[in-house]
């Protein structure tokens, strides 16, 4: 390739405009605009829109002298000027120990030099329109472009560092920077975007531009079109958009369950689906009020998702790392020069701030709702303050200040049952506590590993049941977030039923190759509690069981049945592993059939046989990731899991679990042997009644009676009776489509209310249903009166 490039022409530095005399009144009022373009001509819709993109990635309107904003600034110029002094081009790196190969130092490279460029049209960091900065600024953009990243380059290695994290970051430098460019520079970047992002990858809604990756490839590409004033770019990027918007029924992207999918088998709702929602936010408000705005009726489904996709999976400022993927092993990056915990606090801040963005192309209503949400997290993150986080620049600051500082009042953690079936996992929220459910199935993997990481995720799919006490006195809320993944024992994640055989690191393929050949994995919920199941297949083993799960008011029944393996190993239950903080001293208390861990819980397990293990376990996050750091640390853990001994036969379990409960409670609730029937636990059907909630439910395998319920096929019911009258929940989690009979042995009188799928055969002595399920294990509801 030639070594010569158009980055090289000489710069002008232009001559005051009216912008100057405005920046000068701005800076005076204490304010703080970006050291970018002159104004353009009221009617340049290009320039227009560069301003506002910059607005948006920079920010605006906020206080340069004011924390934390004064901090933040000085902190991006401190960082500039290490980067600049440390920057030494070689053919094959800008920065020493960077090199361009392996993966993302390209990426890498561009990162820094978008500090830099912050740095430089900032005000405040001390480097402010600094020329020797702009010059070295130029260099390093030059060497890029004439070593690596220009149109005479084949890619090579990740697709991702070409076509996503480089363009990105080199559009938003080319945007920064316009007028300091010169006209060929800006010519050579758009070029360089139009080599590795062609128009070709925007067209067939395939492959690597799906859901999150497509609405990456569009950021890049509009921005290419406004900085080249290429109208039809900016068109094809919007249009291109559309093919994200509607619900999808298999593969990437949004569920109308609130599902969202990426690489087709991963559930990616924290990370790829934060990606997208921030995306989509950028470009819908860059190009609102413009020739080029998003107004495909579509993008409704993605205002929506905000309440029924993302936020049900956000507590207390974390978004469940159920939902987070391979992200899970990341920790602390080698290559993050902000040293910042990559962690379910992290990833859910950063949900946070994309609502934040999105909420400004939504409706009165919408964004009312919206910041009474990020209102309440941003008071109840107390494990890594949201308005300081460090991952923030300063736009993303002042957007999430100003919801703090607004009059809405906040929003209190919502109570309910979320099932996400498309995507295998279950949320629960009550008063007492907040807990997620992940499963695997022939459509959703067991774990996700790729490009290194997370190659111990081998049973994370496997009845993982991760919780949270709501007291904020009661627990850790850090609990996954404090060196969780590094230092867990991979063979004993909460909830989960294993063979104890040893894997070998990425066991079973990469990118969600591991998927177990099952169907029935769901259940039903009538919003408040739920039944859920999961037919369970052991990853790269012969073990094969049936669990499930019943969520209530104040407590989660679990059981298990059928659990069988020849591996030649012991397999086990996992009840439950605490992380209790470095060296914690929490009390466990044993009771005959009950166990209760100060600041945490308890459990009750009424056939006994509850072990228990309390260990130190020291680890890195290079051990799960070949990109995050060798730092070790320790953690205490308590672990109680029930021993189904060595190749087991038709091995089951029953315990209870009681988020945040005291001791008291959990032995009075040992000791009530009347709070809960088990009605059946085994290969053919779970199910359990409570009479005190007027509960029964079951998990059907297949056909078969429980207690007062009978199915025709495999189903999950729920039966919630209030008063004089009952509601009737029926899902189809083996998802065939054919139509079942529920009979229900008590006396009913009438009907209330029956959806469309829902026929009533009989009422009178028992009530007899046939539902017509569809496919995608939604609940069927009818309510009755009784006699």
């Known amino acids: 390739m030639s070594m010569t490039s158009p980055w090289h022409r000489a710069h002008r530095t232009p001559a005051p405009t009216r912008r100057t005399v405005l920046l000068a009144a701005a800076l005076a009022a204490g304010l ?51 980067f600049r002094a440390a920057m030494a081009p070689t053919p094959t790196s800008l920065w020493p120990g960077r090199p361009f190969d392996p993966p993302a130092g390209i990426t890498f490279s561009y990162g820094r030099l978008w500090t830099m460029t912050q740095a430089y049209v900032q005000q405040g960091t001390g480097s402010t329109g600094d020329a020797a900065l702009l010059a070295d600024l130029l260099r390093g953009l030059d060497h890029l472009s004439a070593t690596v990243y220009n149109p005479g380059t084949t890619r090579y290695g990740n697709w991702w560092e070409w076509q996503i994290g480089s363009p990105r970051l080199l559009m938003d430098i080319t945007a920064a920077l316009y007028d300091r460019l010169g006209a060929e520079r800006v010519t050579a970047a758009c070029a360089a975007v139009d080599h590795f992002v062609p128009d070709a990858m925007l067209g067939d809604y395939t492959g690597t531009s799906t859901g999150a990756n497509r609405v990456d490839l569009c950021r890049s590409v509009a921005l290419r079109g406004v900085l080249g004033r290429a109208p039809a770019k900016i068109a094809l990027a919007r249009d291109a958009l559309s093919p994200v918007f509607p619900y999808v029924t298999k593969g990437d992207g949004l569920y109308a369950d609130g599902s969202f999918v990426q690489h087709t088998w991963i559930a990616y709702s924290g990370t790829y689906g934060q990606v997208m929602l921030d995306g989509l936010g950028r470009l819908f408000t860059l190009l609102a009020g413009s020739e080029w705005e998003v107004t495909d009726p579509g993008r409704q489904i993605v205002l929506d998702s905000v309440e029924n996709a993302y936020a049900p999976l956000i507590h207390d400022g974390l978004v469940m790392d159920t939902v987070n993927g391979r992200a899970i092993s990341r920790g602390y990056l080698l290559g993050d020069d902000l040293r910042v915990m990559r962690s379910d606090h992290f990833h859910g801040q950063q949900l946070i701030a994309a609502m934040a963005v999105l909420a400004g192309g939504a409706s009165e209503a919408e964004r009312d709702r919206w910041h009474a949400r990020i209102k309440g997290w941003i008071a109840r993150d107390t494990v890594t303050p949201v308005l300081t986080a460090p991952q923030f620049g300063v736009a993303d600051l002042a957007r999430l200040r100003a919801i703090a500082d607004a009059p809405v009042e906040a929003a209190p953690e919502p109570i309910g049952h979320h099932l996400f079936a498309a995507m295998d996992r279950a949320v629960h929220r009550r008063p007492a506590f907040t807990a997620g459910l992940a499963m695997a199935s022939d459509r959703i993997a067991h774990y996700e590993c790729g490009n290194g990481e997370n190659p111990r995720g081998w049973h994370t799919g496997s009845g993982m049941l991760t919780w949270w006490p709501n007291d904020r006195g009661s627990g850790r809320s850090d609990q996954y977030t404090d060196w969780f993944w590094p230092t867990v024992d991979w063979y004993r994640l909460p909830g989960t039923t294993v063979s104890t055989r040893r894997l070998p690191d990425r066991a079973g393929g990469e990118w969600g190759e591991p998927k177990p050949d099952v169907r029935w994995v769901g259940g039903t919920t009538d919003g408040e509690y739920a039944a859920v199941g999961q037919h369970l297949k052991g990853l790269g083993s012969t073990l094969e069981a049936r669990k499930s799960w019943y969520f209530l008011t104040d407590a989660v029944i679990c059981l298990g049945a059928g659990i069988t393996c020849a591996d030649g190993v012991p397999v086990e239950t996992v009840v439950d592993n605490r992380n209790l903080g470095e060296g914690g001293t929490q009390a466990l208390t044993r009771g005959r059939d009950w166990a209760h861990l100060e600041d945490h819980g308890g459990w009750i397990v009424p ?169 995608v294990c939604t609940t069927h509801e009818c309510e009755v009166t009784l006699s």
């Open 607 to 775: 056939g006994g046989g509850l072990r228990t293990l309390r260990e130190d376990r020291t680890g890195a996050w290079s051990d799960i990731n070949t990109t995050s750091t060798t730092e070790r640390r320790t953690r205490r853990w308590q672990t109680l899991w029930l021993d189904h001994g060595t190749d087991p036969h038709g091995a089951g379990y029953v315990y209870v679990l009681m988020p945040g409960a005291s001791r008291r409670t959990v032995s009075g609730r040992a000791a009530d042997r009347g709070w809960m029937t088990v009605l059946a636990n085994d290969e053919r059907c779970q199910a359990v009644t409570v009479p005190s909630l007027g509960l029964t439910a079951a998990n059907f395998w297949g056909p078969g009676t429980a207690g007062p319920l009978t199915a025709t096929a495999g189903a999950s019911v729920l039966v919630r009776r209030r008063g004089r009258t009952a509601r009737l929940c029926v899902s189809e989690p083996p998802r065939t489509g054919a139509p079942l009979e529920i009979v229900w042995d008590h006396p009913v009188r009438g009907v209330v209310s029956a959806d469309e799928s829902v026929e009533i055969v009989a009422t009178g002595r028992r009530l007899r249903l046939r539902v017509t399920p569809g496919v």
């Open 32 to 82: 703080t605009p970006a050291l970018t373009a002159p104004a353009a001509a009221a009617d340049d819709p290009y320039d227009t829109l560069r301003r506002r993109w910059l607005d948006i990635a920079l920010g605006t309107g906020y206080d340069r002298a004011a924390e934390p904003y004064a901090a933040r600034l000085a902190e991006t110029g401190e960082r500039a000027r290490a």
